[in-house]
C-alpha cells in the first residue's frame, strides 16, 4: 500500500473454490483443492486465472505463489515482473501464524508446522507446491527475522534495484563493443576455450 501496489493472494482463487463447494477454509483443504486444480486445468492455472482479475495500468504485489509453473506464467505475461522471496527462521514463522490467530488455516503446534512445510517444499510431479523450487527462482532474497520496520525498508531497497532494472540504460562504447565480442566467441570452434576479438577504429568494426 506504501508504494502504490494492490494486493491479491493466489490462495484467493482457491478459497473461492472451496466456498462454491461448501467446504471448510482449513490449510488441508486449500492444499488439497489447490493440487487438484493443477492437475485438472494445468499447473500454471492460479497464476492464469489471478492475470484475468489484473487491469492494465496498475501495478500490483502477488502473493501465495507456490509453484514454479505459476512464476512462469507470470514473467510470460509482464516483462516488469520482479519475484521476492521472503524468507524467515521457522519457529518464528510458526509464531507468526499463532499471531493471526487463523485456527482453521494453520497447524496447532511447531511440530505440525514443520511437517506441513517439507511437504509444501517440493512436488515429485509439478502438479502440487514447490516452495523450495520458487525460492530459486525468485530476484532477490529477504531474509524477515527483524522487525516490521526493517522488513519494510528491505522491501523498499529491492523495489528501487527493480525500477532501476526497468530503466533503460544506453551501453558505453567499450560495453557495446565487448558484447558483441562475447556474441562472437560462441562461434568460436575450440573446446576448451571459445573466444573472440573485435578491432575497432573509431568506434566502426574493422574486423572481428
Not at 184 to 205: L, Q, S, Y
Request: aromatic letters at 8%; glycine letters at 6%; charged letters at 35%.
Amino acid at each position: 500500500k506504501e508504494h502504490g501496489f494492490l494486493h491479491f493472494s493466489l490462495s484467493e482463487i482457491i478459497r473461492d473454490e472451496l466456498r462454491k463447494e461448501g467446504l471448510e477454509l482449513t490449510r488441508e483443504n486449500q492444499i488439497e483443492k489447490g493440487n487438484q486444480m493443477r492437475k485438472q486445468f494445468g499447473s500454471g492455472v492460479l497464476a492464469m486465472r489471478i492475470l484475468e482479475r489484473l487491469e492494465d495500468g496498475k501495478e500490483y504485489a502477488l502473493t501465495s505463489i507456490r509453484n514454479a509453473h505459476e512464476i512462469e506464467q507470470l514473467r510470460k505475461a509482464t516483462k516488469d515482473f520482479f519475484l521476492i522471496n521472503l524468507d524467515a527462521e521457522p519457529l518464528l514463522r510458526f509464531q507468526r501464524t499463532q499471531q493471526r490467530h487463523s485456527a482453521t488455516i494453520d497447524p496447532k503446534n511447531f511440530e505440525e508446522f514443520l511437517a506441513n512445510e517439507k511437504r509444501e517444499s517440493v512436488s515429485v510431479d509439478g502438479m502440487g507446491q514447490e516452495l523450495k523450487k520458487c525460492a530459486d527462482l525468485a530476484d532477490a532474497t529477504i531474509i524477515n527475522n527483524s522487525s516490521f520496520d526493517e522488513l519494510h525498508r528491505r522491501i523498499a531497497e529491492q523495489l528501487k534495484k527493480f525500477q532501476e532494472r526497468l530503466v533503460y540504460k544506453r551501453p558505453e562504447w567499450d560495453e557495446y563493443f565487448i558484447g558483441i565480442m562475447d556474441e562472437v566467441a560462441k562461434r568460436g570452434t575450440c573446446d576448451r576455450g571459445r573466444n573472440g576479438a573485435v578491432i575497432v577504429k573509431d568506434k566502426r568494426i574493422l574486423t572481428t
